[in-house]
């Protein structure tokens, strides 16, 4: 069975770091691509990190760029985002999230990430 499950979120204060991880098993990881999506109450999901299964190529959304990292050990099935600089604005549930081709998706349950003093 196919498994993706988030975690390591929780509260931090503003200016402070977290590493969120994702462990998944029951699917061909290294051939998926792997991003980390955040959401807030009232507002769409939105992308914030993306790594590739084919070249491990990475992308980020503006608002994290140069304070977030993802990264992926395909040895553990484990991708993670190392979260530094964090503020306010960055508090969100997290999700992880596994594509291989238009027909194959799988999500996690999310990961709560508060940052507030």
């Known amino acids: 069975q196919v498994q993706v499950v988030e975690s390591g979120g929780g509260l931090v204060q503003p200016g402070g770091s977290l590493r969120l991880s994702c462990a998944t098993s029951g699917f061909g990881f290294s051939r998926f691509d792997m991003s980390w999506y955040r959401q807030v109450p009232g507002k769409e999901r939105e992308l914030v990190a993306v790594?590739?299964?084919?070249?491990?190529?990475?992308n980020y959304a503006d608002s994290v760029k140069g304070r977030f990292t993802i990264s992926r050990d395909n040895a553990k099935n484990t991708v993670y985002l190392q979260m530094h600089s964090l503020k306010p604005e960055d508090t969100a549930v997290y999700y992880c999230?596994?594509?291989?081709?238009?027909?194959?998706?799988?999500w996690g349950q999310g990961t709560q990430v508060t940052v507030s003093s």
């Open positions: 790594i590739t299964g084919v070249y491990g190529s990475t």
């Open positions: 999230h596994a594509r291989w081709t238009e027909h194959y998706d799988y």
